[in-house]
């Protein structure tokens, strides 16, 4: 199984940064971060090919960042400008969920592994 470990959340003001990273445990494919809050739907962020080829959500486009060094198994998200709205839990994902192939790879439901999740907290 793959283990995956989120760290790099916190609290910050409006306008700052925060860097997440994941290390994923034996596994060097694609991945994807998402992210939920309270009453919401749980919500694809970024994502990273295994050719490294990057999709965003037109909400993070020109902020955020995604990244993966496949010698440490681990996966980066750059968040910069960050804004209220953008607080939530952020949780990263990896590895294709049996019958998920045509799914997006910002669809929570293309994925089979998932880390525990890092609290963002932006405040205004």
């Known amino acids: 199984a793959v283990r995956m470990v989120e760290s790099g959340g916190g609290s910050v003001q409006a306008g700052g940064s925060l860097r997440l990273s994941c290390t994923a445990s034996?596994?060097?494919?694609?991945m994807a971060w998402f992210r939920q809050s309270p009453g919401k739907e749980r919500e694809g962020v970024a994502a990273?090919?295994?050719?490294?080829?990057?999709s965003y959500a037109e909400s993070v486009t020109g902020r955020f960042t995604i990244s993966k060094d496949n010698a440490k198994n681990t996966l980066y998200l750059q968040m910069n400008s960050l804004k209220p709205e953008d607080t939530a839990s952020y949780y990263c994902?990896?590895?294709?969920?049996?019958?998920?192939?045509?799914?997006?790879?910002?669809?929570?439901?293309?994925?089979?592994?998932w880390g525990q999740g890092t609290q963002v907290t932006v405040s205004s």
């Open positions: 994902a990896a590895g294709l969920r049996r019958g998920a192939l045509y799914a997006s790879v910002l669809r929570d439901l293309r994925y089979a592994h």
């Open positions: 990273i090919d295994s050719d490294a080829s990057t």
């Open positions: 034996g596994y060097t494919g694609p």
